[in-house]
């Protein structure tokens, strides 16, 4: 025993001098301590773990050449060689890994709505549920800065440009007639139903070169991918009825789907008294169907088809007389179709082929008639012969288009591809004097794009991309460079900046054009910073937007205009704030979006640089939403104001040989309050065989004045307010889903 003890004795300091020690400090790139860093020796159980200031420290026995590792989730795994046959002191520094989870995004001049990207704005269901948007995505949008609240037309107004300077899509490919035909001195809504669509990118400015045609927006919608069950859906409300089924396959690969919606505002409107004389009830019948078939390596085939039929007339006083009505007539069919596939061809690749197809007819008429509502025919005075006309329009446009796309290491990718664009637009005019005209216009735009993502670095991403297209009709090309970045700063914010140049050809209205005409530009320029944490997002933005070769249009003997040069100018420049709060009052969710805009352009018969009457200097939204858990409703309350928009009386002056202005002023300014009630009878009972939601919504509930801008006669100079069909209106209707529950949408998205 005493000699077992005398070894152990002798050999103790042989067995200390035999450990080495390992110690360091693990930082990430920005020199920031690292805790929770795992150190070890490969293929022995030494090691250690770094406390809250980085630092670790740990022995081994081991000698001779050996592998360090360093693992921490999020980061890079590192590696080193080392001999250990003394003490060892290192400094590493690890390399943040860029994931879909930690990556910064791209979101200069961009709103997304999605409930599943982390950029999102707005989830997919805030887009139905706003009470002034009255179940339109279009109207949802204009609660967002940089929108305009425009009354009397049809589509988005952004940042200072008309309505055909937005495009909007749906799976990459153009819509041309998203809206419902257009109605005298009446804003159109989009034709498509808002739950069509799984997610929505509202580009106000500086948007991806993987889209073009349009100098101020876009509107990006995808469709739904696979529903989750089989389901089905019935609706009934005073303006119609609707239904629907989403049919999903045993095995869960594929789907198909159908959906009808009849329309008849005749309960309406003898309820709510409009300022037009309805002879003929606007009535529609509509439908769409789609496929989905989900394919090997996780590919999708979508097909998406749509279609409208529509009828409508009413009166309305002739603005040139005290004894004469204007009576107008629409009859139209629309039909959308669209065709996409998917495919992952495998080592990262994508390839997108698709292809739409959309027809839109149109039979268009106005008749003057006296108090009898017998037909009247004038000659005289000038400009009575053009009020008895007649137009037909049948119009045809397709595109095929195909993206490519490579993920590259880490988050970066490229993608690239290309468009073909057919357009077919005929129409045919006849007036009361026997004067008529047959117009064609045959269009074909290709265009090719590429673009990519760089993470140089977590706290650093770069889109550069690039554009051409080349226009038939205008005989030219076109090259528009595009590019944003994004730099993340503390707190879980971000800044950004946007640049791109964006090119659009004359609208069919202002065709055919002078010869030799070129494209109109617009440069685009934006300035973002954004902050979001769980629940609250605050963004602000600071844009400025020039416009070059806009186009300058000339009188027809027919009361029409077309694009006679490309020489005019304009410029739009402002600052967007928008503020949403989900947390800090208990159960209330809510937004604040303000726009301040300053712009002026030179365009169409414009006679110098002057405000567009459709843009206002100042627009603001407020809006908020509650769900009462006990009373099962939930109260949507929405507030839209503008200020005063200018409004001008342009007429031609023989004798100075141009356009002057004999009338010119402000609009008073515009309020809007929205209210939406919706009440969940089965909320809480077992065994639901359907979810029910019954929906009260009003429009401009305070039931304030409203005026849009003026009209003016084209014989009588006489001034004419022009403002909403009626001083607010009531919906009412209940729909009703089967196989699929969405209390908890209804409850936590505020349905």
Same mark, same amino acid.
């Given at each position: 025993?005493?000699?077992?003890?005398?070894?152990?004795?002798?050999? @103790?300091?042989?067995? +200390? $001098? /035999?450990?080495?020690?390992? =110690? &360091?400090?693990?930082?990430?790139?920005?020199? !920031?301590?690292? #805790?929770?860093?795992?150190?070890?020796?490969?293929?022995?159980?030494?090691?250690?773990?770094?406390?809250?200031?980085?630092?670790?420290?740990?022995?081994?026995?081991?000698?001779?050449?050996?592998?360090?590792?360093?693992?921490?989730?999020?980061?890079?795994?590192?590696?080193?060689?080392?001999?250990?046959?003394?003490?060892?002191?290192?400094?590493?520094?690890?390399?943040? @890994?860029?994931?879909? +989870? $930690? /990556?910064?995004?791209?979101? =200069? &001049?961009?709103?997304?709505?999605?409930?599943? !990207?982390?950029? #999102?704005?707005?989830?997919?269901?805030?887009?139905?549920?706003?009470?002034?948007?009255?179940?339109?995505?279009?109207?949802?949008?204009?609660?967002?800065?940089?929108?305009?609240?425009?009354?009397?037309?049809?589509?988005?107004?952004?940042?200072?440009?008309?309505?055909?300077?937005?495009?909007?899509?749906?799976?990459?490919?153009?819509?041309?007639?998203?809206?419902?035909?257009?109605?005298?001195?009446?804003?159109?809504?989009?034709?498509?139903?808002?739950?069509?669509?799984?997610?929505?990118?509202?580009?106000?400015?500086?948007?991806?070169?993987?889209?073009?045609?349009?100098?101020?927006?876009?509107?990006?919608?995808?469709?739904?991918?696979?529903?989750?069950?089989?389901?089905?859906?019935?609706?009934?409300?005073?303006?119609?009825?609707?239904?629907?089924?989403?049919?999903?396959?045993?095995?869960?690969?594929?789907?198909?789907?159908?959906?009808?919606?009849?329309?008849?505002?005749?309960?309406?409107?003898?309820?709510?008294?409009?300022?037009?004389?309805?002879?003929?009830?606007?009535?529609?019948?509509?439908?769409?169907?789609?496929?989905?078939?989900?394919?090997?390596?996780?590919?999708?085939?979508?097909?998406?088809?749509?279609?409208?039929?529509?009828?409508?007339?009413?009166?309305?006083?002739?603005?040139?007389?005290?004894?004469?009505?204007?009576?107008?007539?629409?009859?139209?069919?629309?039909?959308?179709?669209?065709?996409?596939?998917?495919?992952?061809?495998?080592?990262?690749?994508?390839?997108?082929?698709?292809?739409?197809?959309?027809?839109?007819?149109?039979?268009?008429?106005?008749?003057?008639?006296?108090?009898?509502?017998?037909?009247?025919?004038?000659?005289?005075?000038?400009?009575?012969?053009?009020?008895?006309?007649?137009?037909?329009?049948?119009?045809?446009?397709?595109?095929?288009?195909?993206?490519?796309?490579?993920?590259?290491?880490?988050?970066?990718?490229?993608?690239?591809?290309?468009?073909?664009?057919?357009?077919?637009?005929?129409?045919?005019?006849?007036?009361?004097?026997?004067?008529?005209?047959?117009?064609?216009?045959?269009?074909?735009?290709?265009?090719?794009?590429?673009?990519?993502?760089?993470?140089?670095?977590?706290?650093?991403?770069?889109?550069?991309?690039?554009?051409?297209?080349?226009?038939?009709?205008?005989?030219?090309?076109?090259?528009?460079?595009?590019?944003?970045?994004?730099?993340?700063?503390?707190?879980?914010?971000?800044?950004?900046?946007?640049?791109?140049?964006?090119?659009?050809?004359?609208?069919?209205?202002?065709?055919?054009?002078?010869?030799?005409?070129?494209?109109?530009?617009?440069?685009?320029?934006?300035?973002?910073?954004?902050?979001?944490?769980?629940?609250?997002?605050?963004?602000?933005?600071?844009?400025?937007?020039?416009?070059?070769?806009?186009?300058?249009?000339?009188?027809?003997?027919?009361?029409?205009?077309?694009?006679?040069?490309?020489?005019?100018?304009?410029?739009?420049?402002?600052?967007?704030?928008?503020?949403?709060?989900?947390?800090?009052?208990?159960?209330?969710?809510?937004?604040?979006?303000?726009?301040?805009?300053?712009?002026?352009?030179?365009?169409?018969?414009?006679?110098?640089?002057?405000?567009?009457?459709?843009?206002?200097?100042?627009?603001?939204?407020?809006?908020?939403?509650?769900?009462?858990?006990?009373?099962?409703?939930?109260?949507?309350?929405?507030?839209?104001?503008?200020?005063?928009?200018?409004?001008?009386?342009?007429?031609?002056?023989?004798?100075?040989?141009?356009?002057?202005?004999?009338?010119?002023?402000?609009?008073?300014?515009?309020?809007?309050?929205?209210?939406?009630?919706?009440?969940?009878?089965?909320?809480?009972?077992?065994?639901?065989?359907?979810?029910?939601?019954?929906?009260?919504?009003?429009?401009?509930?305070?039931?304030?004045?409203?005026?849009?801008?003026?009209?003016?006669?084209?014989?009588?100079?006489?001034?004419?307010?022009?403002?909403?069909?009626?001083?607010?209106?009531?919906?009412?209707?209940?729909?009703?889903?089967?196989?699929?529950?969405?209390?908890?949408?209804?409850?936590?998205?505020?349905?």
């Amino acid at each position: 025993m005493r000699f077992f003890l005398y070894l152990c004795i002798c050999f @103790l300091p042989i067995s +200390l $001098n /035999a450990q080495v020690q390992i =110690a &360091g400090k693990i930082t990430d790139n920005r020199g !920031k301590p690292l #805790a929770g860093a795992s150190i070890s020796l490969k293929d022995t159980y030494d090691g250690a773990t770094t406390d809250s200031l980085g630092n670790f420290s740990f022995t081994s026995t081991e000698k001779g050449d050996h592998i360090l590792e360093v693992t921490l989730i999020g980061y890079s795994t590192y590696t080193k060689s080392i001999i250990l046959n003394k003490n060892i002191t290192l400094s590493i520094q690890l390399k943040e @890994l860029i994931t879909e +989870l $930690n /990556a910064i995004t791209l979101t =200069a &001049g961009a709103f997304e709505a999605s409930d599943k !990207k982390k950029g #999102a704005v707005l989830s997919a269901l805030d887009i139905v549920t706003t009470a002034s948007a009255e179940g339109d995505i279009t109207g949802a949008l204009k609660s967002l800065p940089g929108t305009q609240q425009v009354g009397e037309e049809g589509g988005l107004f952004v940042r200072g440009g008309t309505a055909t300077e937005s495009k909007i899509y749906i799976d990459g490919n153009l819509v041309n007639n998203f809206f419902y035909s257009s109605i005298p001195g009446i804003a159109s809504r989009g034709r498509f139903n808002p739950f069509l669509f799984k997610g929505t990118i509202f580009s106000s400015g500086g948007y991806s070169a993987l889209y073009g045609q349009a100098l101020s927006s876009a509107l990006i919608l995808e469709t739904t991918d696979l529903p989750d069950k089989t389901q089905a859906s019935l609706g009934f409300s005073v303006i119609g009825l609707n239904s629907g089924i989403q049919k999903l396959a045993k095995n869960k690969k594929s789907s198909w789907g159908i959906t009808y919606n009849f329309s008849h505002l005749g309960l309406a409107f003898a309820v709510i008294k409009q300022k037009q004389d309805y002879f003929k009830t606007p009535v529609y019948h509509e439908g769409d169907a789609n496929f989905r078939i989900k394919t090997k390596n996780g590919g999708m085939i979508k097909y998406f088809g749509y279609w409208s039929t529509g009828k409508l007339g009413f009166r309305t006083h002739d603005i040139d007389s005290a004894t004469l009505n204007d009576a107008f007539r629409l009859q139209d069919l629309n039909s959308y179709q669209n065709f996409t596939w998917k495919m992952n061809a495998g080592n990262g690749w994508k390839i997108t082929p698709g292809i739409s197809f959309s027809t839109d007819k149109q039979n268009i008429s106005n008749e003057l008639q006296d108090k009898n509502d017998i037909p009247q025919s004038f000659t005289n005075p000038a400009g009575y012969d053009f009020k008895n006309f007649q137009v037909h329009t049948h119009n045809y446009y397709g595109q095929a288009r195909i993206l490519i796309e490579k993920k590259l290491k880490g988050m970066n990718s490229l993608r690239w591809g290309s468009d073909y664009f057919i357009t077919h637009e005929n129409v045919n005019y006849s007036a009361l004097d026997s004067t008529s005209f047959e117009q064609a216009i045959h269009e074909k735009l290709y265009a090719a794009f590429a673009e990519t993502d760089f993470y140089l670095s977590p706290r650093l991403a770069l889109k550069v991309g690039s554009r051409a297209e080349h226009s038939a009709l205008l005989k030219k090309w076109n090259w528009a460079p595009r590019f944003s970045l994004a730099y993340r700063l503390k707190n879980n914010s971000q800044a950004s900046f946007a640049y791109g140049i964006f090119y659009q050809t004359p609208e069919s209205q202002y065709l055919p054009a002078t010869p030799g005409i070129g494209y109109a530009q617009a440069t685009h320029y934006i300035l973002q910073y954004q902050r979001t944490t769980t629940g609250k997002t605050f963004r602000t933005e600071v844009f400025y937007k020039k416009y070059n070769h806009l186009y300058k249009t000339a009188a027809t003997p027919f009361q029409t205009s077309y694009a006679d040069n490309n020489m005019g100018s304009g410029y739009a420049q402002g600052v967007e704030l928008f503020w949403r709060d989900k947390t800090t009052i208990k159960n209330l969710d809510y937004w604040i979006s303000y726009s301040y805009l300053d712009t002026k352009r030179n365009f169409l018969n414009f006679p110098y640089s002057m405000q567009p009457n459709f843009a206002a200097n100042h627009t603001a939204s407020f809006i908020v939403k509650k769900f009462f858990l006990p009373w099962k409703t939930g109260l949507n309350l929405s507030y839209n104001f503008a200020s005063g928009r200018p409004y001008y009386h342009l007429k031609y002056d023989y004798n100075q040989q141009k356009n002057i202005i004999e009338d010119a002023g402000t609009t008073i300014p515009y309020h809007n309050m929205g209210l939406a009630v919706n009440y969940l009878p089965n909320l809480g009972k077992s065994n639901k065989k359907a979810f029910v939601v019954w929906v009260l919504s009003v429009s401009n509930v305070l039931g304030q004045n409203q005026v849009f801008t003026y009209k003016y006669g084209n014989i009588n100079n006489n001034k004419e307010a022009v403002g909403p069909t009626s001083k607010r209106f009531v919906f009412i209707g209940c729909f009703l889903s089967f196989g699929v529950d969405r209390t908890e949408d209804a409850i936590n998205n505020h349905l």
